[in-house]
Nanobody, 122 residues
Framework: QVQLVESGGGSVQAGGSLRLSCLAS????????MGWFRQAPDKERETVAT???????RYLESVKGRFTVSRDNVKNTLDLQMDSLKPQDTAMYYC????????????????WGQGTQVTVSS
């Protein structure tokens, strides 16, 4: 049974930082694309960042230079370091895994975590 459990969300002022973490179990973690997504109320879900099995990241344009995704294939964790946060980053953030090794963005995620809330105040 695949499980993805996010942690690290919270409230922060604009310009601050948060670090999200996702702990994966029940899958061969090192052989899966992983990703972070977010959804704000009344908005479409966005793919924030993905990382393939070779640790190649891909970012949403609006977070480039501010967010960093990283994976640890020993601990089975996926982290998202978020710096210089803006009010428009406020959303529920989800971790997900893909049925793919590479080109993560070409696939639909197959498993999702329950989400963690990030709120950035101005």
């Amino acid at each position: 049974q695949v499980q993805l459990v996010e942690s690290g969300g919270g409230s922060v002022q604009a310009g601050g930082s948060l670090r999200l973490s996702c702990l994966a179990s029940g899958l061969t973690y090192s052989r899966r694309c992983m990703g972070w997504f977010r959804q704000a109320p009344d908005k479409e879900r966005e793919t924030v960042a993905t990382v393939d099995v070779n640790d190649n990241p891909r970012y949403l344009e609006s977070v480039k230079g501010r967010f960093t995704v990283s994976r640890d294939n020993v601990k089975n964790t996926l982290d998202l370091q978020m710096d210089s946060l803006k009010p428009q980053d406020t959303a529920m953030y989800y971790c997900a895994t893909y049925p793919a090794y590479y080109d993560c963005h070409l696939y639909r995620p197959s498993y999702w975590g329950q989400g963690t809330q990030v709120t950035v105040s101005s």
